[in-house]
C-alpha cells in the first residue's frame, strides 16, 4: 500500500540554522505530495505542495521539490526562525475513484532555539 | 470566512460512554475527511464523506464508530462504548471537491477516563 516514512526526530537547531526534513514515498501510481504544518494545539496547515515530478513547491521560505527517481519530497528552509518550531507531516495523495485520502507521515517536531 | 470549525475542542468521556465529534466543513465544501491522530503517531484517515453519502470507510474500525454527513448540519463522528483506547485527537477536513487540498479543523481531543 501507499506509504510516508519521515525521518525521526525532534530536531532542534539554532535560529538562522539551515533546515532538512527527509521525506520518502511508496506509492502506486502518480501521487501528489504536500507538506503540513502544525503548530500546538491547533490543526494541520498546508505548507505546500507538488503534484507532478520536478515540481517545486514553496511558502514562507520553505521548499520541497518532487523526485521521482528517488521517491523523495525533502523540506527545506535556508534560515529558520523560532516561529517555526511546530510539527511537520508529509503526506501523499492519490485520487483513485472513491480512494481521495492523504497518507502521512509520523511527523517531525522542530524546534528552534533563540 | 470561517475555517473548518470542529467541536468540542476536548471531550472527556468514562469507559462505556458514546462520544459524539462534531465538523462544519468551510462554506463551500462538500466532501469531509475524518481523520485519527494518535500520540506520537502521524494522522490515519478514517472515513470520507459526501452529503448523506459514505464513499469510503476503509480506515473506520469495524465496530462501535459511524459517521454521516447530513443533508443540513455537521458532520458527526460517532463513537460507542468508549474504551481508552479510543483516545487521540480526531480531526475533520474538508475539500470543495475530491482531488483538491484538504483544509483541516483544529481537532478534538478525545480523553477516555
Known amino acids: 500500500g501507499d506509504s510516508v516514512t519521515q525521518m525521526e526526530g525532534p530536531v532542534t537547531l539554532s535560529e538562522e540554522a539551515f533546515l532538512t526534513i527527509n521525506c520518502t514515498y511508496t506509492a502506486t501510481g502518480y501521487p501528489s505530495l504536500f507538506w503540513y504544518v502544525q503548530y500546538p494545539g491547533e490543526g494541520l496547515q498546508l505548507l505546500l505542495k507538488a503534484t507532478k515530478a520536478d515540481d517545486k513547491g514553496s511558502n514562507k521560505g520553505f521548499e520541497a521539490t518532487y523526485r521521482k527517481e528517488t521517491t523523495s519530497f525533502h523540506l527545506e528552509k535556508g534560515s529558520v526562525q523560532v516561529s517555526d518550531s511546530a510539527v511537520y507531516f508529509c503526506a501523499l495523495y492519490i485520487s483513485t475513484g472513491a480512494n481521495s485520502k492523504l497518507t502521512f507521515g509520523k511527523g517531525i517536531t522542530l524546534s528552534v532555539r533563540p | 470566512n470561517a475555517g473548518v470549525m470542529q467541536n468540542p475542542r476536548h471531550l472527556v468521556r468514562r469507559r462505556g460512554q458514546e462520544a459524539r465529534l462534531r465538523c462544519s466543513p468551510m462554506?463551500?465544501?462538500?466532501?469531509v475527511y475524518w481523520y485519527r491522530q494518535l500520540p506520537e503517531e502521524g494522522l490515519k484517515f478514517m472515513v470520507y464523506?459526501?452529503?448523506?453519502?459514505?464513499?469510503?470507510e476503509s480506515g473506520m474500525p469495524k465496530e462501535r464508530f459511524s459517521a454521516e454527513f447530513p443533508k443540513e448540519g455537521p458532520s458527526i463522528l460517532r463513537i460507542q462504548q468508549v474504551v481508552r483506547g479510543d483516545s487521540a485527537a480526531y480531526f475533520c477536513?474538508?475539500?470543495?471537491?475530491?482531488?483538491?487540498?484538504?483544509?483541516f479543523g483544529d481537532g478534538t481531543r478525545l480523553s477516555i477516563l
Open positions: 464523506l459526501q452529503k448523506e453519502n459514505i464513499i469510503d
Open positions: 462554506k463551500g465544501h462538500s466532501h
Open positions: 477536513a474538508s475539500s470543495p471537491a475530491s482531488g483538491q487540498p484538504q483544509h
